[in-house]
Structures are given as structure tokens and as C-alpha cells.
């Protein structure tokens, strides 16, 4: 583990599970990298899973948008709900959102199942070093449409590139890494905070 909030949780003992969306499909993306350190320097409250299936699913069309659902939209569906929160980090492309990513978003939206993305914590870790204003702008709208609760504090840019990868697919920056295990012990501090609010005991 490599930075990080420790001994936040001692009174709840389930790890909060969080889902790691990228929005890249190369295989060396800055995004899916920092989202592997955030899994792999997690603190041991936080189960931290890395989604793989963005490059599987089918374009949206309502239409098909129907009991049986794609293998690979059902997938989808149900790791967002199995989950208590989730982190997106995606590049920006032609000054939006990629296209692949805006896909996954969209056939998130369609499910009114319990535990959808709806009112679902949801933050963004930001590799970019440009900033890709526009991409975050397009994804705070579109989490704000699909009425997601976005942890501001959660919510980090962490400039990354292809040289601050290393063999193992992770951030070689001890700064870096860091950041991102402190932004996703910042999330797990909020589903805390929220459980005791609601006074849900746990589990």
C-alpha cells in the first residue's frame, strides 16, 4: 500500500465495494492505469474491483434495451449494482467524452433495478494533463442526469503519463499513487458517513 487513510473503519468490519469504470480502451491507457493503482494500494475497507468490459458492449439502442439483455449488458448492470459506489477516469476525445465510454454511460442509465447508478456515490480520478475540462464537464452532466451523487472530495485530477506507468501497468510516483489512495479512502469515508446518518447497521 502506497499512501492512504488508515484506520478509518475499525467499526465496520465489511469493505465497502467500489467499482473502477475507465473510460479508455488502449491497452497502456493513463486512465485504466490509475485506476489499477487505486485497486491494487487500496486500503483493506475498500474492496476494489477494475471493470474489463467496456470493448464488449453493444451500441445502445433502446430498442434492444429489453428482458434478455446482452450478456454483456447484463454484466455491466449488475457489477453497478453490486457495488456501493463507483470511480470513473476517462481521457477526452475531439473535446468530449470517447465514444465507447458515452455507450457504457448510456445503457447505465435505462436500469430502474435497486442499486443502479441512481442516487449511486460516484467520483472521478482525472489523468490527464491537459485537464480534459470538456470530457469531466460532459460526465458531471451526465452523472447529474442519471441523478448519481458525485463526492466532490473524491473527485481528483492526478496528472499521469505514459512514462509514469511501469511494467506492471501501475504509477511508479510514490506523490501520485498517494493522491489516488487518498481519493479513494475519501469515497469510502463518505459511505461511512452516509451509513451512520441513515443509521444502517452493518453488515
Given at each position: 500500500?502506497?499512501?492512504?487513510?488508515?484506520?478509518?473503519?475499525s467499526d465496520m468490519p465489511t469493505p465497502w465495494r467500489v467499482l473502477l469504470i475507465s473510460g479508455s480502451l488502449?491497452?497502456?491507457?493513463?486512465n485504466t492505469a490509475v485506476l489499477r493503482t487505486a485497486q491494487a494500494d487500496a486500503e483493506p475497507w475498500i474492496d476494489a474491483t477494475l471493470y474489463h468490459g467496456l470493448g464488449t458492449l453493444p451500441h445502445f439502442n433502446p430498442?434492444?434495451?429489453?428482458?434478455?439483455?446482452?450478456?454483456?449488458?447484463e454484466q455491466l448492470r449488475s457489477s453497478i449494482r453490486a457495488a456501493d459506489a463507483l470511480v470513473f477516469s476517462t481521457p477526452e476525445y475531439a473535446g468530449a467524452l470517447p465514444g465507447s465510454f458515452k455507450n457504457l454511460l448510456?445503457?447505465?442509465?435505462?436500469?430502474?433495478?435497486?442499486?443502479?447508478?441512481?442516487?449511486?456515490p460516484v467520483a472521478w480520478i482525472n489523468t490527464s494533463p491537459r485537464g480534459a475540462e470538456h470530457a469531466y464537464q460532459s460526465l458531471a452532466l451526465v452523472l447529474g442526469y442519471a441523478k448519481a451523487v458525485v463526492v466532490v472530495p473524491a473527485c481528483v485530477h492526478v496528472p499521469v503519463t505514459a512514462t509514469d506507468i511501469d511494467e506492471h501497468g501501475l504509477i511508479v510516483d510514490r506523490d501520485a499513487r498517494g493522491r489516488v489512495a487518498r481519493a479513494l479512502a475519501q469515497l469510502g469515508e463518505h459511505l461511512d458517513a452516509t451509513r451512520r446518518a441513515t443509521n444502517v447497521p452493518g453488515s
Open positions: 500500500m502506497t499512501g492512504g487513510i488508515t484506520g478509518v473503519r488502449r491497452d497502456n491507457s493513463t430498442d434492444d434495451d429489453i428482458e434478455p439483455l446482452a450478456p454483456a449488458i448510456d445503457w447505465t442509465i435505462g436500469d430502474d433495478q435497486p442499486g443502479s447508478i441512481y442516487e449511486k
